[in-house]
């Protein structure tokens, strides 16, 4: 697992196209349990080097229900974003994760957990990677639909701040999804 981790942050493969350069961002034990998979690092993750240090990070945690000691403790959960490096401004925020980061690095590193009992896909991007067909027509139709995925995997939409607008939307999320969450999470978490 060290190998690898290190190969995937010494990673150049794209660097052509990110505007700060190279820094993939990943954080996995081989006795991880719960595997995160979200977008990009922003530009303040970009600058720290760890995973989910931003405003959409201390929203999953809440979310999640776990303390910033357990969220960070890879043998617990395994931090995979689906583009490991910050990708660049687009219009409306951050662009796409680059899409050759998931094909090069994401089986190599789930091979090497054994014990992952959940994956949690956060955002569209995660969701069309590992659910394929079976996603529904949108983000919102596949988070209402979390059972179906369940026991392998919890889609949940992008913690940001500027997901205000599609909580209040649907406060459905907050109500029904995140208290299977957390019971999902804290099982795991008492185990450890």
Not at 41 to 53: A, F, L, M, S
Not at 118 to 123: F, V
Not at 173 to 184: M, N, S
Request: charged content about 20%; some cysteine.
């Amino acid at each position: 697992m060290e190998q690898l981790l290190t190969q995937i942050r010494n990673c150049t493969y794209c660097t052509e196209h990110l505007p700060l350069g190279p820094r993939p961002i990943v954080a996995a034990h081989r006795k991880s349990k719960i595997a995160i998979i979200g977008q990009a690092p922003g530009t303040k993750v970009h600058q720290t080097g760890t995973p989910w240090d931003d405003p959409s990070g201390k929203q999953l945690r809440k979310w999640l229900n776990v303390t910033e000691e357990q969220f960070y403790n890879e043998k617990i959960f395994a931090l995979i974003p689906m583009g490991f490096c910050y990708p660049g401004k687009g219009k409306s925020g951050d662009l796409p994760p680059r899409t050759e980061c998931a094909p090069l690095w994401h089986q190599q590193l789930m091979d090497m957990m054994p014990q992952l009992k959940l994956t949690i896909l956060i955002g569209q991007y995660a969701q069309q990677y590992y659910l394929g067909d079976a996603m529904r027509k949108n983000l919102t139709e596949t988070v209402k639909n979390y059972k179906n995925y369940l026991p392998n995997y919890m889609v949940l939409p992008h913690p940001s701040p500027r997901n205000r607008f599609w909580l209040s939307k649907n406060p459905w999320f907050e109500e029904q999804v995140i208290p299977q969450l957390q019971k999902a999470v804290s099982s795991t978490v008492k185990n450890q």
